[in-house]
């Protein structure tokens, strides 16, 4: 397969999220964490992109402040980036993914465009996704990946199948883009079918992005362009002028780009796909042991059962209590009932307004 | 009132339970801790006898370990002992008991015996049944002091009353002792009336008390006897003689003495007494605030309800849980349901069998 036929992935890595607080902090953001094993998401993410004759280096887009981080991290999975952007300011993901696109050499390179904090269990499943969903990226769709949703899940974007694309084996047009529905239409979506979770993964060649870009926002394409101009640029490392940056809008792909162009396809595919985006939600996807307990660190739960229970240092010991979140870090602990883990966010509130 | 009609206080404080656990341990036992409120249990033992015109110095008993935290806590609340007997090993409360009635210089002094780590919140109650009893005492009477159960408890033993004592205000002759009943039991004494609970609090003359020792367990009086002759003193220090006094059979005063004295009295009194033997028991003396919880620390209690926690360092966060007793201290933390308490020795179980 020559050289510019491989798929160039482009990992956000710039989030800072606080849903998995105590261990997800500002400082200590959820991708750079060993939530689910050894490797850190992020980590888990650069390995997804290791298949020689499908994906070339990546580019990582991440915040300045977790440079070093992100470099040792992949260093320890033996990943060199092809180009490791640091966002001077936060912009959303439309204006981070030009950065990437404006740094490919060649412009009609493909790049997976991919959160650097979800998990994915069936990698092979996701990489025939992505492998059969290239030669709609070279005809210059903007392909999505739609995740087969297994609950009226409110946290997620949706997205409408349209007709099947001719030539496709496993394609389709996208009809709609749904934000974030109520209870009541992800019912009514999940019963309809046809519908798919938009996991923010995206598949097109760099120049049809930047083309959509231009036709949308062009405003926005014009910002990153000349903050690329005027990069500072020393190793693989490229520091975009911030200047020029924060003059783009703070936009999302799906909002700048997706909803808006043309030749938009979504590719339907069950890999077993995370977002981690809640202690619920790490819990669903980690092993329980024989008391369905989930138990990380120096824990003793005694006639205790279905709790997820976590600690870095202090010793954790329960009796008798079920269905329970519980987790410890540094010196803070954190006690919730399991489905309530959203609620996590009203905890940090009463604490910043006590502070 | 002339200096032989006051009354001495034993305080018996050589115990070492673990049922506060992690806050109590071996090393650092219920009765010095301040679980509720600035003082430790101890020191409101203490205070609970500091009435100038009825009681004395007290004798302390208790452990060699110790000493000196029991002599820096005395120190605190201006309380000088007439004697700190150390027990050089531990023999349950008759022998301890005889230590300190051995230690009067003079045989009729009426002694009042408590355990050191019990709440009573109506002091004046407490003192006025002990003024009412002091009569009995003085006529070589042993006298116990029932509280009026509240409820079928299985954790005590109780006292029947006999008949009306002739010449006294408000006590009884007692009919029997009653150890520690099954649940159907407790529930039959406690419709049928007359039955208080047994708090191991007592009034005698040492004299009464060496007496019926030496009527129905003379190896313990000679035990102790030589113990004491033969004792190490410093100060107000004594430390009795450890070989002579592992001689004595370990025996509870109720066993060795109360259960088969002939006259023995019962005052019933009802002073808010709790013997604080749980962390539920705890929660139910300690007040609570709008939400019924009691909170000590660094806690942030978010939509949380009818909860003990406790921390001594890191901070707690709660969201949404209800009726759970949370301790933290030092670098352990302990979950469990309210009304499950006495389960923490199951917890401690286990972690003996791991460690």
Redesign the interface.
């Known amino acids: 397969m020559p050289e510019n036929d491989l798929v160039t992935p482009v990992i956000l890595s710039g989030g800072s999220g606080t849903r998995l607080w105590?261990v997800s902090t500002a400082d200590r953001p959820k991708q750079f964490l060993n939530l689910v094993g050894p490797l850190s998401l992020f980590q888990l993410t650069l390995q997804r992109c290791q298949q020689d004759n499908l994906f070339g280096s990546p580019i990582i887009v991440g915040g300045a402040g977790h440079a070093q981080l992100a470099e040792d991290q992949m260093d320890e999975v033996g990943s060199g980036p092809m180009a490791h952007i640091l966002e001077p300011c936060a912009r959303n993901t439309a204006p981070a993914i030009a950065l990437a696109a404006l740094a490919c050499e060649n412009p009609q390179t493909p790049i997976l465009v991919m959160p650097s904090d979800h998990l994915i269990k069936d990698v092979n499943a996701f990489q025939n996704a992505v492998r059969q969903s290239l030669p709609l990226a070279k005809a210059r769709w903007l392909v999505t990946f739609g995740i087969q949703p297994t609950g009226p899940e409110t946290g997620y974007g949706y997205i409408q199948q349209g007709e099947a694309l001719v030539g496709s084996v496993s394609s389709f047009a996208t009809r709609k883009f749904v934000e974030k529905p109520n209870r009541e239409y992800a019912e009514q979506m999940l019963s309809d079918g046809g519908y798919f979770w938009n996991a923010g993964i995206f598949l097109f060649r760099a120049d049809s992005y930047l083309a959509a870009l231009e036709e949308h926002n062009p405003e926005m394409l014009r910002a990153a362009t000349k903050a690329m101009e005027n990069a500072d640029r020393t190793g693989t490392r490229i520091l975009p002028d911030e200047q020029s940056f924060a003059d783009a809008p703070s936009d999302s792909i799906d909002y700048a780009v997706m909803e808006k162009a043309e030749k938009v396809a979504v590719t339907p595919v069950n890999p077993g796909w995370s977002d981690v985006g809640s202690w619920d939600s790490l819990f669903e996807v980690l092993t329980a042991d024989e008391q369905n307990n989930v138990l990380a660190g120096d824990v003793?739960a005694?006639?205790s059962h279905d709790n997820l229970i976590q600690t870095d240092?202090?010793?954790?010991?329960?009796?008798?209590?079920d269905n329970?979140i519980?987790v410890?870090r540094d010196?803070?602990?954190?006690?919730?009932?399991r489905g309530?883990s959203q609620?996590?966010k009203?905890?940090l509130m009463?604490?910043n307004r006590?502070d």
Chains 1, 2 share one sequence.
């Open positions: 105590p003793l005694v006639n240092g202090i010793r954790v010991a329960t009796y008798g209590v329970l519980i410890s010196d803070q602990i954190m006690i919730l009932p309530q609620n996590v009203k905890i009463e604490m006590d």
